[in-house]
């Protein structure tokens, strides 16, 4: 039977419980206000005044994109996930007065969309490629599963299958429906939870609908499109191809990651669902497929995916520019999600060692570390003189903003945090998982007995990491610990006694099966060496460099540490490194620092652009931070592959 | 007294002389067809159309852009140039007929200019940013005098005489007059040309009011826009600011190489014309800072410059990108003929490096060795898989095309070939210059006795070149031989005997002075070794790297003769090469190879997209080709700057 991710986990670290409570404590309060236009200097959002619109309380056209609802739905998850953790009456009441706003504005055939209800009324469903109206549904129902497992209000939900029958009845094989999906994937997954929650198959097989049909000749888009040239609707030039929209071919057919990458990765993770659900092996090796695609040819160091600004999208094998990275961090959090979802159907570190990698890196730095701020893009190196000089990076900004108009990142990245927890264990009748080295309690019933695991760790700045177990009698269960790619030495104690994990490893995880006795505890050492990372040949913007790596964290330098041109830095392939815990620096890091760094002699360089000559060195010292943590402090260069000398 | 160039000077060698005869045989001729719509396959042109049309000869609106005229003064250019080497009844005739047809076009008032004529009729110099009329007239002068030169006929020079009178009465400082000046200059450096012809210093005042106005206060296009305007007339939005056309400061007060290239350096060339002409020191000085500029700090290996596609223009210092260099070949021609001015007005050295530089490489690539199509955009690396793929290389292409819709640069780069020997020589009264080593016979009056001297070379191939004197009897002037700053080690004999040029050497030239005798004979031989050429390090997209150079020919290398993947290779510091040449190779070219390469053992090499390992190396024998012939053989990766070991 497949472990399953267990969703009642409490966070107790340095590292996540801080950024859980900036969320619980500034993110979701600021986006609160940032919904309802109260930002001063932010974009303005329109979200809350559309609902009030669309309910007929407040006389107001439609305002920002055509998926501006779903910013509201991302913060209503996000706040379910919060009272997760803790429920919180003040926090609870706004989202109760919320989600009455949601349910006033729903349309009494539950239709439910201000963008069509205030700018469209009738025309409905004409445009699924582009309008996003299944997109909105799909977040508004993971909030609506959030919010119910938080508080068993059954408000939300009750809107949500409302409002899926209405889609149920809309789209389908019958004569009398459209055989439709909409342009942008995400309700595929969400109808997957609504099914898990509520156990009504009806939307489990819409969901399997729309992932069967997406792509199939005629293509919809096209039938859609025809239909409204027809009705004499006025259509905008569009250069964007099918691929963009994954509907290029049937997901069964794709051999590649194509197209928008946001889009790319909610399907994948909703068809890995369906493959799960449905026990599907075809879909399941098509899935896993484009998953090796991914993140063998396709995917950042840090984690981040979708490298071109252009439509935001997958470009081509190992494309994988630095400055021009696009690697938007609503694409790092669908990697996790989609990674997440085939750990749960196989159970191999190889698809928790790339949740980890993008967590801690591409995705992790799209939030300030005041939580104020996020980045849309995450570029691998920036040089702040192209700002607003060079046409060809038009997306990467020096900063992070405090809003966006197209405010998909923060509040998902709030969210992601807020539920982190369920990313850590995962569980099946005989064994519990360790996927992540996080701190937390867990607690599980295995044989009738009922067992809490306590881990403690300082996790990802030391390698060690303490489990604890408490049971009112002796229990039967497997303890399967993650040994994470990066690590080469780890060390496993159960009750200070070694135990060598290479002889319990199953696809990455060491499995320690016994009779568990209250107070025993399980130790895990995993040795953290600086490493220096080399890419794959055919990754030409990093040939002759090294990223430099310790733990999960991938390194970067800054040039508020390092001066500026940091493409003369030379790092030595021998390089050893100091490091330390520094708790006042970005709230806190392990930084890193060599003194086997190179740069030209300046005193040996002229004004002469070329020579025919080599330039000498001098030695250097280098000092890096982790990825995550660029830009929080003064504006300057930024570079994770450093050349090797 | 400063020397000038001498126009009458035939090329006989093996590099150049093909290619001038390719100008006059397949150029010319294919760019008349062109010209004419006549070319399958080609974009059409319509600029002869245009010119019937505009003569009444025609019922056709005008077709192209506004700067569709200047495409037939630079073909009649280069006739002139073509029939300045060999008088030829047939060209003649058809060159007469054009100019007839321009003659008849003409408006009695003196304007010419196919567009207004066509399609805004009384509206002549409302747009003068925008509309290049000036420009177009400033080709057709360069045109006129060459033709004249070669011909003696007058009738060109008439028409365009008539012109610039026309033109002198609408612009200048008085009351009635426009204070206006081109959005692309070219005219500035043209009247110049026409008065050295007419000696009317009235085209010279022209000139220099047109150099000395331009970034005014109140800026004139600015003034004109308003009053746009106010007549009611319809603006497209236009992004482009002041320094696009060089008119966000005055030049004196420029200190670096702004906007679009090509309009930059044609504008810097007429300025290096009043400076010259005026003895204006300080707007000398402001020039040669420019230089110093756009050759220290923006310019590629190749001698390209603008890097950057948007706006075809200059970015800012050491901003270089190989994939993406637009380093249009009109900038190149541009950057040698403000190099060229330079030099006559101070004969250094250095100068006539930048002109050798591009000439061979950035501006050579811009035309294929059959000379039928032609390269608008040279990068310096390309990687064939991005064609269509990556929004952020839009310019670049593969293969040259055979016309474009846009068609500056396949007439400049035939007026360039067709005019080549101009560039050899310069001369006082008592010294004769070789800035170029090109085979070719010059003659020369000193001190009242002819002199002929026949240069014979190799070169590019080889650095020995003999020079032989005929005189009717014993000359008394200076051989000033330059020293190119490639080389370090040059011999000089005079009649066998050794001369040491470091001692005679002023400003890079070696010189000779003495009685010479008819029949002396002077030899200068250049070692060619192969130089690995370093960038200054703030270049950042060649750190790491080396070009590979020998003589003034900056090699490359291609996919056909190394494999793909380039970026994986690299070559070893202390690397030796072989070389030789190849006669039936890309009509003849010197290959070097080398087996000091490496590569990554690609038996090594797993799926995995990051490791923490340094692949092993195997060696790898690497054949490099002369950066201008690239693309001449299968479409492939190309690479100019190599990984160095």
């Known amino acids: 039977m497949n472990p399953v991710s267990i969703p009642q986990v409490s966070i107790q670290d340095e590292f996540w419980a801080p950024r859980q409570r900036l969320v619980r404590d500034v993110v979701v309060p600021y986006q609160w206000e940032a919904l309802n236009d109260l930002v001063p200097g932010a974009e303005p959002s329109g979200t809350i005044a559309n609902f009030k619109a669309a309910a007929g309380e407040l006389e107001a056209a439609h305002h920002g994109f055509v998926f501006q609802d779903s910013d509201l739905a991302k913060w209503l998850e996000t706040v379910g996930f919060v009272l997760q953790q803790q429920r919180n009456e003040a926090l609870e009441a706004l989202a109760d007065s919320a ?45 609506a599963v959030a919010y119910y497992e938080a508080t068993g209000k059954p408000k939300a939900l009750e809107i949500l299958c409302k409002f899926a029958d209405h889609i149920a009845e809309a789209f389908g094989p019958e004569e009398t429906q459209k055989p439709g999906y909409c342009g942008h994937p995400e309700i595929e997954l969400a109808l997957v939870k609504l099914y898990r929650l509520t156990g009504n198959t009806k939307y489990l097989a819409m969901s399997k609908f729309f992932i069967d049909e997406r792509g199939r000749e005629p293509l919809y888009f096209d039938v859609e499109l025809a239909e409204r040239q027809a009705a004499g609707m006025k259509e905008r030039v569009d250069r964007r191809q099918m691929a963009y929209f994954q509907s290029h071919a049937p997901i069964r057919k794709q051999q590649s990651a194509e197209g928008h990458a946001v889009r790319a990765v909610y399907l994948f993770a909703g068809a890995t669902d369906i493959a799960d659900e449905y026990e599907d092996s075809s879909l399941l090796e098509s899935v896993r497929a484009l998953w090796n695609n991914t993140v063998q040819r396709r995917m950042y160091v840090t984690g981040g995916i979708g490298s071109s600004d252009a439509f ?139 067992v809490t695991v306590t881990q403690r760790t300082e996790y990802p700045w030391n390698g060690v990491a303490d489990f604890q177990l408490q049971t009112d009698g002796p229990v039967d269960f497997t303890l399967a610990l993650r040994l994470p790619g990066w690590c080469n030495d780890i060390k496993v104690k159960v009750n200070g006694q070694p135990v060598d994990p290479a002889l319990i490893e199953v696809k990455g995880y060491a499995k320690l099966r016994r009779a568990w006795n209250s107070g025993d505890r399980i130790q895990v050492e995993m040795a953290m060496p600086v490493e220096l990372v080399r890419s794959h040949p055919e990754l030409r913007e990093a040939a002759g460099k090294v990223a430099v790596q310790r ?95």
Chains 1, 2 share one sequence.
């Open 99 to 143: 989600i009455e706003l949601i349910g006033r504005a729903q349309m009494p055939n539950g239709y439910l969309g201000t963008f069509y209800q205030l700018q469209k009324p009738g025309l409905q469903w004409t445009n699924v490629r582009d309008d996003h109206e299944m997109y909105n549904a799909g977040h508004f129902m993971e909030a």
């Open 312 to 450: 935001e999208a997958f470009s081509f094998d190992y494309d994988l520019p630095n400055e021009r990275a696009y690697a938007e961090t609503c694409a790092a959090i669908g990697l996790m999600n989609w990674g997440h979802r085939l750990l749960q159907i196989e159970a191999d570190s190889k698809y928790a060692d790339i949740m980890e990698r993008t967590l801690y890196n591409g995705l992790l730095s799209g939030i300030s570390l005041d939580g104020r701020s996020y980045f849309y893009v995450n570029p691998l190196e920036v040089w702040p003189v192209i700002s607003g000089k060079r046409d060809d990076i038009p997306g990467a900004t020096l900063r992070r903003q405090p809003w966006f108009g197209c405010a998909c990142c923060p509040p998902n990245i709030a969210r992601l945090i807020a539920s982190l927890g369920r990313y850590i264990y995962s569980v099946n009748e005989e064994e519990l998982y360790v996927h992540l080295y996080i701190g937390s309690r867990v607690a599980r019933e295995f044989g009738g007995r009922q």
């Open 551 to 645: 733990g999960p964290i991938v390194y970067c330098m800054e040039e508020a540490d390092n001066g500026g041109n940091l493409r003369d830095v030379r790092l030595s392939s021998e390089a050893t490194f100091g490091g330390r815990f520094e708790p006042e620096l970005l709230n806190g890091v392990y930084v890193l620092e060599s003194d086997h760094g190179w740069r030209t002699d300046a005193s040996t360089v002229t004004d002469d652009l070329y020579v025919a000559k080599r330039y000498p060195l001098t030695q250097a010292s280098l000092r890096f931070i982790p990825y995550y943590a660029w830009a929080n402090r003064s504006e300057g260069e930024m570079a994770v592959w450093v050349r090797e000398k």
